[in-house]
């Protein structure tokens, strides 16, 4: 076709470098969320579910299921977190049998914001976001039931820097477990992040946190 620059198409098997990471190819496992880590801590059976994919993957990328920041960033049941030492030590055995089967591994980490309700909050306090209007219920996966979120509390100026410290401590007890790297889970379903940069749900602070852009989107 006139115009159309054509290019080797790059075979999907083929290895790849992705910063410092030699991968045998580029397929991903992608987060799948598995909701089998009760009270919120990975458990010895996820061991034998990522290291099976990783013997699939042979040299490849594995990403975790989402996994929470804080005890403020749940929305679903029984989802892992990383933000306390007994999660940092739970994972530790997973990253192990992943990294003895050669792939690299990287946790998905998130806040789900107004996504939630009071039942996964501590002490049942409404969920938090930058925008305190109610997420619109959802029908389940079965096509019947109806999910509902409770109205979230907007956060106030001075608590947006703790978010972004939690983001950077679940970062570090992530390395600290053992992975290679994190991901951060934004633009899906509105979580945190999504709805700090949403047009539609954020406000905006200029020049109130220290070590931000002039302009920035909470």
């Known amino acids: 076709m006139a115009g159309v620059v054509e290019s080797d198409p790059i075979p999907l098997l083929t290895p790849y470098k992705m910063g410092k990471?030699?991968?045998?190819?580029?397929?991903?496992l992608a987060p799948l969320t598995r909701q089998r880590s009760y009270k919120n801590v990975p458990q010895p059976h996820a061991i034998l579910y990522y290291s099976q994919r990783a013997i699939g993957s042979n040299g490849g990328l594995l990403i975790t299921e989402a996994t929470g920041i804080s005890d403020t960033a749940q929305g679903y049941p029984d989802t892992p977190g990383i933000w306390t030492k007994d999660h940092v030590e739970a994972w530790k055995p997973i990253v192990d049998a992943v990294h003895a089967k050669g792939a690299t591994f990287f946790c998905q980490i998130w806040h789900v914001g107004r996504v939630s309700d009071?039942?996964?909050q501590p002490n049942e306090q409404a969920p938090i976001s930058s925008t305190d209007k109610p997420l619109t219920p959802q029908i389940r996966s079965n096509g019947i039931d109806e999910v509902k979120f409770t109205p979230p509390r907007r956060l106030r100026t001075d608590e947006i820097p703790g978010i972004v410290n939690d983001f950077r401590l679940a970062a570090r007890n992530a390395i600290e477990a053992g992975f290679d790297g994190v991901e951060l889970h934004d633009i899906h379903s509105s979580f945190m992040i999504d709805q700090s940069a949403s047009r539609n749900v954020a406000f905006v602070e200029r020049d109130l946190l220290s070590g931000f852009p002039p302009i920035s989107v909470w």
């Open 118 to 120: 009071s039942v996964y």
């Open 21 to 28: 990471f030699n991968l045998s190819h580029r397929v991903v």
